[in-house]
C-alpha cells in the first residue's frame, strides 16, 4: 500500500473510519457487534494502519468495538478521534467545546481505547452549523489540547469542519496535522482549504468522501455521472472506487478512511490505493459537475 504522513508519522494512505460501526444514524450499538469487530479486525490484517473514531459514536459504542477487537493494538497502528460534540437521548449532534469539555472527551477516549496517548485528536468545530459568536474561541479550544499534548496524553492536533480562516489560526497556534472536512468529487468547496494544506503539509481527510452524508445519495450520482462511468469502465472498478481514486491523486498527504460495517466493502475500498488514474483520467473527472451536499 502507498504510504503518506500524518504529521511525522508514516501511514497507509487508505484507513479505515469505524463511524458505521454503530448502529443506524450511527446511534447505539451494531445489530451483530461480533461481524463489527470482524471487519476491524480484517483492516488491521489487510494493512490498515489508521482507524478513525469518536466517543460519540453510538455513543459509547465504536471506541469499545475497537479496544474489544484489537486490543492490545499492533504498534504501527494509529488511532485517531474527534471531540467537540456530544449526543442527545435521541442521537442529535450537540456543541460540546468548552476547554473543560474537551479535556473530559479526551479522558474518555483514552479510557475507552485503554490507551495512554492518543496519536490524533481532531476538534469539531460547529463554525458552519451555528451563528457566529456562540462557539467557544478557538485559540481557547487549542489550548486545552496543547495542553493535552504537553502532558504526552496526544500526540497530534487537527481540526475538523472549518473555514479557511479558522485553518490559518489554527496553523499559526497549534502546529496542527490535519484538517477533516467534507469534500469530494462531487463537493469540492473546501478547494482552498486543500491548498492551504498542501502549502503547510498537512494531511486532508476528507469525510463523505463520495459527496452524500448519508445515504445513497453519493453512489446514485457517482454511478449517473458519465465521466466517472467511463473511468470506470476503463479500468473495469466501480464509480465509488473512482472518486476514491480521484482524491487519492489530488494531493499526495490525503488520507482517506472510507467507512463500512461490511468486509467485501471494506476490500473494494483498500483495492483503490492499487488505482493509478492518468492525466487524460484527471482532466475527464476534474469536470464533474459538483452535486450539493445531501442531495
Given at each position: 500500500?502507498?504510504?503518506s504522513?500524518l504529521?511525522?508519522?508514516?501511514v497507509?494512505?487508505?484507513?479505515?473510519?469505524?463511524?458505521?460501526?454503530?448502529?443506524?444514524?450511527?446511534?447505539?450499538?451494531?445489530?451483530?457487534?461480533?461481524?463489527?469487530?470482524?471487519?476491524?479486525?480484517?483492516?488491521?490484517a489487510h494493512?490498515?494502519?489508521h482507524?478513525?473514531?469518536?466517543?460519540f459514536?453510538?455513543?459509547?459504542?465504536?471506541?469499545?468495538?475497537?479496544?474489544?477487537?484489537l486490543?492490545p493494538?499492533?504498534?504501527?497502528?494509529?488511532?485517531?478521534?474527534?471531540?467537540g460534540?456530544?449526543?442527545d437521548?435521541?442521537?442529535?449532534?450537540l456543541?460540546s467545546?468548552?476547554?473543560?469539555?474537551?479535556?473530559?472527551?479526551?479522558?474518555?477516549?483514552?479510557?475507552?481505547l485503554?490507551?495512554?496517548?492518543l496519536?490524533l485528536?481532531?476538534?469539531?468545530?460547529f463554525e458552519?452549523?451555528?451563528?457566529?459568536g456562540?462557539?467557544?474561541?478557538?485559540?481557547?479550544q487549542?489550548?486545552?489540547?496543547?495542553?493535552l499534548?504537553?502532558?504526552?496524553?496526544?500526540?497530534?492536533?487537527?481540526?475538523?469542519?472549518?473555514?479557511?480562516?479558522?485553518?490559518?489560526?489554527?496553523?499559526?497556534?497549534?502546529?496542527?496535522?490535519?484538517?477533516?472536512?467534507?469534500?469530494?468529487?462531487?463537493?469540492?468547496?473546501?478547494?482552498?482549504?486543500l491548498?492551504?494544506?498542501?502549502?503547510?503539509?498537512?494531511?486532508?481527510?476528507?469525510?463523505f468522501?463520495?459527496?452524500?452524508?448519508?445515504?445513497s445519495?453519493?453512489?446514485?450520482?457517482l454511478?449517473?455521472?458519465?465521466?466517472?462511468?467511463?473511468?470506470a469502465?476503463?479500468?473495469g472498478?466501480?464509480?465509488t472506487?473512482?472518486?476514491?481514486?480521484?482524491?487519492?491523486?489530488?494531493?499526495e498527504?490525503?488520507l482517506?478512511?472510507?467507512?463500512?460495517?461490511?468486509?467485501?466493502?471494506?476490500e473494494?475500498?483498500?483495492?483503490v490505493?492499487?488505482?493509478?488514474?492518468?492525466?487524460?483520467?484527471?482532466?475527464l473527472?476534474?469536470?464533474?459537475e459538483?452535486?450539493?451536499?445531501?442531495?
Amino acid at each position: 500500500m502507498s504510504i503518506s504522513f500524518l504529521g511525522n508519522k508514516s501511514v497507509h494512505r487508505v484507513g479505515f473510519g469505524a463511524m458505521q460501526l454503530a448502529g443506524p444514524n450511527i446511534f447505539g450499538p451494531p445489530a451483530d457487534p461480533e461481524a463489527a469487530k470482524g471487519v476491524l479486525r480484517h483492516a488491521v490484517a489487510h494493512g490498515v494502519d489508521h482507524i478513525d473514531t469518536a466517543q460519540f459514536y453510538g455513543p459509547d459504542v465504536v471506541n469499545d468495538l475497537i479496544r474489544e477487537a484489537l486490543h492490545p493494538y499492533p504498534e504501527s497502528l494509529r488511532l485517531a478521534t474527534k471531540v467537540g460534540a456530544v449526543r442527545d437521548e435521541q442521537g442529535a449532534w450537540l456543541p460540546s467545546g468548552d476547554p473543560a469539555d474537551l479535556k473530559r472527551q479526551v479522558e474518555q477516549n483514552l479510557r475507552s481505547l485503554r490507551v495512554e496517548r492518543l496519536d490524533l485528536v481532531n476538534l469539531r468545530r460547529f463554525e458552519r452549523d451555528i451563528p457566529d459568536g456562540t462557539e467557544p474561541p478557538l485559540a481557547d479550544q487549542l489550548g486545552a489540547l496543547s495542553e493535552l499534548r504537553d502532558e504526552g496524553k496526544i500526540d497530534l492536533i487537527g481540526i475538523s469542519s472549518v473555514k479557511a480562516d479558522t485553518v490559518r489560526a489554527a496553523i499559526d497556534t497549534a502546529g496542527i496535522a490535519a484538517v477533516q472536512n467534507a469534500y469530494s468529487i462531487l463537493n469540492r468547496t473546501d478547494d482552498a482549504i486543500l491548498e492551504l494544506c498542501r502549502a503547510h503539509a498537512i494531511a486532508f481527510v476528507p469525510y463523505f468522501p463520495l459527496g452524500s452524508a448519508f445515504g445513497s445519495g453519493g453512489p446514485k450520482h457517482l454511478a449517473a455521472d458519465p465521466q466517472v462511468s467511463a473511468v470506470a469502465a476503463k479500468y473495469g472498478i466501480t464509480p465509488t472506487q473512482v472518486a476514491l481514486a480521484w482524491l487519492l491523486a489530488r494531493y499526495e498527504r490525503m488520507l482517506l478512511i472510507p467507512g463500512t460495517s461490511s468486509i467485501a466493502h471494506l476490500e473494494e475500498n483498500l483495492a483503490v490505493d492499487a488505482v493509478t488514474l492518468d492525466a487524460e483520467d484527471l482532466a475527464l473527472l476534474d469536470a464533474v459537475e459538483p452535486v450539493p451536499l445531501g442531495a
